[in-house]
C-alpha cells in the first residue's frame, strides 16, 4: 500500500483557560474558556526522521494546573520512546507554555526533561530572556537560568539551517523573535509558526491580536505564511488547536478562503 507513514505526532497537553493573570487553568477539550479568558490547547510536535526524533515546542511542563513534563514523558511512550530518544528540540518562541516542559522539577531540584537533545532557540531571542530581570516570575526565572547552565543550547541566526531538512526564520509578530519551523525531508513537509498560525480557525481570519509584540507584523506573516503552505504543500502543525492541530490547505476560493483538511 502507497499510503504515506505518518511521520509527526502531536503530544496533546491539556486543554486551558488562560485569563489576564496568564495562569494556565485546565479545562476539558470541548469546554468553552471562563468569561473574558482565552480557550488554549498546548500540542507539542514529534517529528521522526532518520536517526533524529525531533519535537517543535515542549509544551507548559510543571506551569500549568494539573500539568507536569511527565505528561510529554507519556505521549512519546505511546509511540515507543522515551526522554532520552529526543535529539534535538526548536522553539518557536520563548513564551513559558511553549518552553516550560524543557526542564522540570518533581523530585525537588531542576532536571532537564531530555537530557541528550540539543535545545535550538533564537540567539537574540534568548538573549533578550537572559537580559530580563525576571521571566514572569521568581520560579520561572530560575528555570531559564539552570536552562542557560544545563541544557544544550544551541543558538539560530535570523535564517538559519542547522540540518538540511530543517530551516528556521525569524518572522517576529507573536514575540519580537518569533521564528517559523520548516521540516521537509523530500517525503514531509511540516510547519510550525508558534503563536503566529496557531489554530485552524486562524487561516482564514484576519485579525490583529491584542497578545501579540507586533500585531500587524503577524497579521502579514499569517498571510504569507498560509500562502507559502498552501502553495508549496507544507502540512500546518497549529500548537493551539483543541481538536485537528496537524492540517493541510488543500484548495483556494477568494469567497471562502483555504479548504482545510485536517490529517488524521
Ligand atoms: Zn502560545
Same mark, same amino acid.
Given at each position: 500500500m502507497a499510503t504515506k507513514e505518518l511521520t509527526a505526532y502531536p503530544l496533546y497537553e491539556g486543554t486551558f483557560s488562560v485569563g489576564l493573570d496568564k495562569k494556565f487553568n485546565r479545562i476539558n477539550r470541548d469546554d468553552p474558556p471562563a468569561k473574558g479568558a482565552l480557550k488554549i490547547s498546548l500540542n507539542p510536535f514529534l517529528i521522526q526522521s532518520g536517526d533524529k526524533n525531533i519535537l517543535f515546542d515542549v509544551g507548559i511542563g510543571d506551569f500549568g494546573e494539573d500539568t507536569s513534563t511527565d505528561i510529554i514523558k507519556e505521549n512519546l511512550d505511546e509511540i515507543?520512546?522515551? !526522554? *532520552?530518544?529526543?535529539?534535538d528540540i526548536f522553539a518557536s518562541h520563548l513564551h513559558y507554555d511553549h518552553i516550560g516542559g524543557l526542564a522540570g522539577r518533581s523530585s525537588g531540584y531542576w532536571e532537564l526533561t531530555f537530557p541528550d537533545a540539543n535545545v535550538w532557540v533564537s540567539k537574540k531571542g534568548w538573549e533578550k530572556v537572559m537580559a530580563q530581570? !525576571? *521571566?514572569?516570575d521568581e520560579e520561572k526565572t530560575a528555570f531559564t537560568h539552570f536552562l542557560d547552565a544545563k541544557a544544550n543550547l544551541q543558538f539560530l541566526d535570523e535564517k538559519d539551517q542547522p540540518y538540511p531538512e530543517v530551516t528556521v526564520k525569524k518572522i517576529g509578530g507573536h514575540t519580537e523573535f518569533s521564528q517559523v519551523l520548516l521540516f521537509d525531508d523530500d517525503s514531509h513537509k511540516y510547519m510550525m509558526a508558534g503563536d503566529v498560525l496557531a489554530t485552524r480557525g486562524e487561516v482564514n481570519r484576519k485579525f490583529a491580536a491584542?497578545?501579540?509584540?507586533?500585531a500587524d507584523q503577524s497579521m502579514k506573516v499569517r498571510q504569507e505564511l498560509t500562502e507559502k503552505a498552501y502553495e508549496e504543500g507544507y502540512t500546518v502543525m497549529?500548537?493551539?488547536?483543541?481538536?485537528?492541530p496537524l492540517f493541510n490547505l488543500t484548495d483556494y476560493d477568494e469567497q471562502q478562503g483555504y479548504k482545510i483538511e485536517s490529517v488524521v
Open positions: 515507543g520512546l522515551t !526522554e *532520552y530518544d529526543i535529539t530581570e !525576571e *521571566y514572569y491584542k497578545y501579540d509584540f507586533d497549529g500548537y493551539h488547536d483543541s481538536h485537528h
